[in-house]
């Protein structure tokens, strides 16, 4: 029977085209890519500004030869003109070469200065962190802000000069804001740069910002005097005024949750504490937080309907709802996701549009984590689920049996499909973003999918009650409550369910980062999955799940090697030795400094992650002091931890830092032990013997009580000696031990715990260096601290000595054919011992 022919009045169906197809029509399409790629060049191959300029003027000349003859050629010449000129603008972004820079005043070590300057941005105020026993020292309250820098006070007085500054104030800067002329008496230092592997570039991150140097203020704000009132010049200034007026009414209107609330509504990344931050990044719903383009999305429609209930008409509304829109982005600090979601991206040439906005504000914003999830997010949600989710049309019979349906019926068919759409939407985004968020922060959160719709929902009524708090606050309380009291129970219901979801086993996963060349591999397929559609799309969504199964596979494979590796990391005062066994264990020695808990988020746990770490077979802690132990609850948090081992007294001590850690524990079902003088412990080839303290004694404070081990592999010794002095000290070099390889220094390098003897001509070496005999000393040890008597003490019984504030982390790696030592921040590599 032949085919039936389609009447005139039933056309056929045009089928829906590939979102390639829009993306290759594009023309600003190939012009972002072309950024992109000099962006990437300009970041990782380093190509500097010369360089990059001239290759752009070469590619113009040859565009303007070719234009008319070859198109695609000229094409071609256009494109690469147009990268080089986007490395050029990355390098002279964050490479400011101003003779009179204060980049070339400051130092390595803090100086004291005068600096005068104006207040680039309304700092940052942070209240007093809630107490923890955990800390040595409770951190005050703290200003944060970046000043430009005006003038710099001398030996020949006031000079002119110029770049930027973060100043750092122990005290609040309430009196300051935005485009005030100030004066400031501090310490100006150069950014430090990472000082163990897997650490966050602190000043790569500065000089994202163009700012090339520190000033820091102690112990109070009155150091910071204010010149010029100038936020009133200053558009930024009028926007970081507003942004206060709206946190004090949040506060009076809604005093319990008036810091989720100012993070929500105002982008006050201050208004919360750590803790409470980490909640929701544990969690994966952070973006409900982050202003982005939900937030905009939200308050657009709701001022849309509003302007629409008003009679005003459609032309001026949009004008109205976009000039907020800017405005709202630009109070909240201007983050990539805003701008990008106030430029609308539905066609694929505004979504390119957006990019090159935000790279030309700033070209180090694609490299930040929220640019990139930002991007990503609405690539795959704008070409991905919309076509993925949208409803089948329905047959002529399906139409019929739907007509039939009472208005109740398709109300609640409308409401459940709304809720399916919404949590596929979220699960998609979660699974798409999951690599990217690992790469960045290293957590998984598969509780987002549960969390994420509702808690859109709830920060979104949020978000409109909030805004009408802020414009009924004028008025009067009374004006503010009933829109108060929603936005409050609304902020009640989100922290409730935060912290249910927090609470959830396996609710999020810390983990290794995935390789960079898996990553690439993963998103390209994802582009592939997205653009393409048919028979082609399901191959690369099968070639993407089978990438996702190899990268699983290698994570899970085992860590072996031939040799034991034993990392002294470079914490300030305190310590943190990881030490990795050939069969893959991994013990630590230690996991404190004076510095909090944060350095184990900061450094310990970067750097076990970036080696691919994700247990801990065992903790040994050295003694009850905080600086030594203070890092493990969070290491609970981040690892699983086999076993703890102590000494004797360590549980004896009465301190709440000690409740906090035997409590974290407990809750956690961490096997405990105690080590005593004589004991042997083993893991695989690797050995610990003990060599003090015995099972009880001697006197004195907990550093005579230090745990010393003796580890051994392949004939090689490393002798860790936590903070061994005193009596404790002549009691464990009474006891003759074979000359070492390498020596943790006691007690931080402390004089006390080596002291030189002889005369300053003929230094003879201190106890514990004629006792160990090492041929290299490790003192972990905070910055600024003397070294010249551990250079006299050990030097004088043939040791070098590398302090990790000078060699950053140190690593020693042992194995049958000697022992290599490798210092991460001068690049030193030392050969110790030749053979076994």
């Given amino acids: 029977m032949p085919s039936p022919v389609p009447l005139p009045d039933e056309p056929l169906a045009k089928p829906p085209e590939p979102a390639w197809r829009e993306f290759a029509r594009a023309p600003l399409v190939p012009v972002a890519l072309a950024v992109g790629v000099g962006l990437f060049v300009g970041r990782y191959i380093g190509v500097p500004f010369g360089p990059a300029l001239g290759a752009a003027v070469v590619a113009l000349v040859g ?143 500065l000089l994202d910002r163009q700012i090339t140097a520190e000033l820091r203020v102690k112990r109070s704000a009155d150091p910071v005097v204010r010149l010029e009132e100038g936020w009133r010049s200053s558009l930024f200034g009028w926007l970081a005024a507003v942004r206060g007026w709206g946190g004090r009414a949040l506060e009076r209107s809604l005093p319990d949750e008036s810091g989720l609330a100012t993070a929500l509504l105002l982008g006050d990344s201050t208004a919360l504490d750590r803790e409470e931050w980490d909640v929701y990044v544990r969690t994966g719903v952070i973006h409900v937080l982050a202003i982005s383009g939900q937030h905009l999305v939200v308050l ?160 979104s009524i949020a978000l409109v009650a909030g805004f009408l708090v802020l414009v009924a606050a004028p008025i009067g309380t009374v004006a503010a409550w009933p829109f108060a009291r929603v936005t409050e129970w609304s902020l009640s219901a989100c922290e409730w369910l935060v912290h249910l979801g927090d609470g959830v086993s396996f609710a999020h996963i810390y983990a290794p980062a995935p390789p960079m060349w898996w990553l690439v591999g993963f998103y390209l397929l994802v582009v592939c999955v997205v653009l393409l559609d048919g028979p082609r799309a399901r191959k690369c969504f099968f070639a993407c799940a089978v990438w996702v199964m190899f990268g699983l596979t290698l994570g899970l494979q085992p860590r072996t090697s031939d040799e034991a590796r034993i990392t002294f990391l470079a914490v300030g005062h305190g310590g943190c030795v990881v030490i990795e066994t050939p069969d893959g264990r991994v013990v630590l020695y230690d996991a404190g400094t004076t510095a909090g808990p944060e350095a184990v988020r900061r450094v310990v746990a970067p750097y076990l992650w970036s080696r691919g770490i994700s247990r801990i077979d065992e903790v040994f802690l050295s003694h009850a002091d905080l600086d030594h132990f203070n890092g493990l609850p969070e290491l609970l948090r981040r690892f699983v931890v086999g076993r703890v081992t102590t000494t004797p007294t360590f549980s004896e001590k009465e301190s709440h830092g000690v409740e906090t850690v035997l409590a974290a524990l407990d809750a956690r079902g961490v096997e405990r032990r105690v080590a005593v003088a004589g004991d042997r412990f083993t893991a695989g080839p690797v050995t610990f013997d003990v060599l003090h303290p015995p099972p009880v004694g001697p006197a004195g404070s907990e550093n005579a009580r230090s745990l010393v081990l003796l580890v051994r592999h392949d004939g090689h010794t490393v002798l860790l000696t936590g903070d061994l002095e005193g009596e404790g000290q002549a009691l464990a070099t009474a006891r003759p031990v074979a000359p070492v390889d390498v020596l943790l220094s006691p007690h931080h390098g402390s004089k006390n715990a080596n002291a030189p003897r002889g005369s300053p001509e003929r230094p003879e070496p201190g106890v514990v260096a004629a006792w160990a005999r090492p041929k290299l000393v490790v003192s972990s040890q905070r910055a600024g601290t003397p070294t010249e008597h551990l250079r006299a003490g050990y030097g004088a019984a043939g040791a070098a000595v590398w302090d990790t504030p000078t060699a950053g982390a140190v690593t020693v790696r042992c194995h049958s054919t000697g022992v290599i030592a490798e210092a991460f921040r001068t690049g030193e590599v030392r050969v110790i011992a030749r053979g076994r």
């Fill in 63 to 205: 565009w303007g030869l070719t234009w008319s003859a070859a198109p695609q050629t000229a094409r071609g010449w256009q494109l690469v003109c147009i990268a080089a000129a986007a490395a050029a603008h990355h390098h002279l972004h964050r490479d400011p070469s101003h003779p009179d820079d204060i980049q070339h005043v400051a130092k390595d070590a803090p100086v004291p200065v005068r600096v005068r300057g104006r207040l680039a941005e309304e700092p940052d105020r942070f209240r007093p962190p809630h107490y923890d026993p955990l800390l040595t020292m409770q951190h005050p309250a703290t200003s944060t802000g970046v000043l430009e820098v005006a003038a710099v006070d001398g030996p020949e007085g006031w000079r002119p000069a110029s770049g930027k500054v973060r100043l750092s104030v122990e005290g609040r800067l309430d009196d300051v804001h935005c485009g005030d002329m100030i004066e400031v008496t501090g310490r100006l230092s150069r950014p430090d740069g990472p000082h163990n592997p897997g650490e966050r570039d602190y000043r790569s991150f």
């Fill in 300 to 459: 657009g429609w709701f001022l849309w309907l509003v302007f629409r209930l008003c009679g005003v008409r459609r032309r001026h509304a949009a004008w109205a709802v976009a000039l907020f829109l800017v405005g709202y982005a630009l109070m909240t600090g201007g983050r990539p996701s805003a701008v990008r979601a106030a430029v609308p991206v539905i066609p694929a040439n505004a979504f390119a549009f957006a990019w090159l906005i935000v790279i030309g504000v700033n070209p180090t914003d694609p490299f930040t984590a929220g640019c990139q999830l930002s991007f990503l997010s609405v690539f795959v949600l704008l070409w991905g689920c919309v076509r993925w989710l949208k409803p089948r049309e329905l047959t002529p019979v399906e139409q019929l049996i739907d007509e039939t349906r009472g208005v109740p019926e398709k109300v609640a068919r409308a409401a459940l499909r709304w809720l399916w759409q919404l949590f596929a939407v979220s699960g998609i985004i979660t699974v798409v973003n999951a690599p990217l968020v690992l790469a960045w922060q290293n957590v998984a959160s598969p509780v987002a999918v549960l969390l994420g719709p509702v808690l859109i929902v709830l920060t």
